[in-house]
């Protein structure tokens, strides 16, 4: 038979195709991805539109699983959920490359994904560059490498979608050395929590002697966007020091980093979202550098320090 793969959309049970709801409704097995994204809805709300239960497939039974998923859809239809859509994730093209491996023959549906949806903003997509994801760090790592992918999105003058980390059902370290699983609390990064480690990644750089040309500052403007495509969706354009300070409310969230210099049309949709005039912040964010080398404003603590541009 077939093996489907189907986009939800951006969380709200209608946000299904017809032709996606048509499919769930009479698969054998419809299996829910639930560790790239996150349905703000809630399975329970998902089964009972779709009048059927669905299987909650984690990361572990997806990227070691993947035979079990596709077991008998050679004979059956069986479906696999995702949010947004089906390719916004690499894990989802090595699910169809085992299906063609066991000669299954597979069908994708698609739907709306953060990649587009992100226009709402004002930002026209056919400026963005390449998309990065920002991790969480800890005390032991630290990887900052999405950083130099800003900065040549930026030397191109284009715009960055960076898609901020969740974490679900992950182990703690000290479950996997005693080989019994414990999972961690869903965790799901914020804007405040991106700029953070923005800003503290920015200082590092500075002291370490690596920022010499024009980049990402505390001035910057940046976009931070929470639970587009729902009824509660925020949008908020403001420097990327303030966005540290923000609180724009329940997951899921992304931010953006537009490029310095932004279409006078995307400047007046911007407009909307920002409590201070978007041009301006933009003027002031590139008269942050003096020569190639720019100035901090303030600490990571928030006490001011010297900076001859003010």
């Given at each position: 038979m077939v093996f489907y793969v189907i986009g939800l959309g951006l969380g709200d049970p209608k946000d299904i195709t017809v032709k996606g709801l048509e499919v769930v409704k009479r698969c054998e097995r419809v299996y829910l991805e639930s560790y790239t994204s996150i349905l703000t809805c809630g399975q329970e709300k998902l089964e009972e539109y779709y009048g059927r239960s669905l299987i909650l497939a984690?990361?572990?039974?997806?990227?070691?699983?993947?035979?079990?998923?596709?077991?008998?859809?050679?004979?059956?239809?069986?479906?696999?959920?995702?949010?947004?859509?089906?390719?916004?994730?690499?894990?989802?093209?090595?699910l169809l490359l085992?299906?063609?491996?066991k000669r299954i023959p597979f069908q994708v549906i698609h739907n709306a994904s953060i990649m587009n949806a992100v226009g709402c903003c004002g930002l026209q997509l056919y400026h963005f560059g390449e998309t990065v994801s920002i991790p969480y760090w800890d005390d032991t790592w630290q990887p900052d490498s999405f950083y130099d992918k800003i900065q040549a999105n930026l030397d191109h003058g284009l715009h960055t979608l960076c898609l901020l980390d969740i974490?679900?059902?992950?182990?703690?370290?000290?479950?996997l050395m005693k080989k019994t699983r414990v999972y961690q609390p869903p965790r799901f990064m914020r804007c405040h929590e991106a700029?953070?480690?923005l800003l503290r990644l920015i200082h590092k750089r500075k002291h370490n002697g690596e920022s010499q040309k024009?980049?990402?500052?505390?001035?910057?403007?940046?976009?931070?966007?929470?639970?587009?495509?729902?009824?509660t969706q925020?949008?908020?354009?403001?420097?990327?020091?303030?966005?540290?300070?923000s609180d724009l409310g329940g997951p899921l969230h992304s931010l953006i980093i537009p490029a310095e210099e932004t279409h006078p049309m995307e400047q007046e949709y911007l407009q909307q979202f920002c409590e201070e005039d978007v041009k301006q912040l933009q003027k002031a964010a590139l008269d942050v550098y003096s020569g190639n080398i720019f100035k901090l404003d303030t600490t990571l603590d928030g006490t001011s320090t010297s900076n001859s541009n003010n």
């Open positions: 984690d990361r572990e039974l997806v990227e070691q699983g993947a035979d079990e998923i596709l077991a008998g859809a050679d004979k059956k239809e069986i479906g696999f959920l995702v949010v947004g859509d089906p390719f916004g994730a690499t894990t989802h093209s090595d085992r299906a063609r491996e974490r679900v059902r992950e182990p703690t370290i000290e479950s700029a953070d480690q024009r980049g990402v500052t505390e001035r910057t403007v940046v976009v931070g966007l929470a639970r587009v495509g729902h009824d925020k949008i908020k354009v403001c420097t990327l020091k303030e966005m540290r300070k």
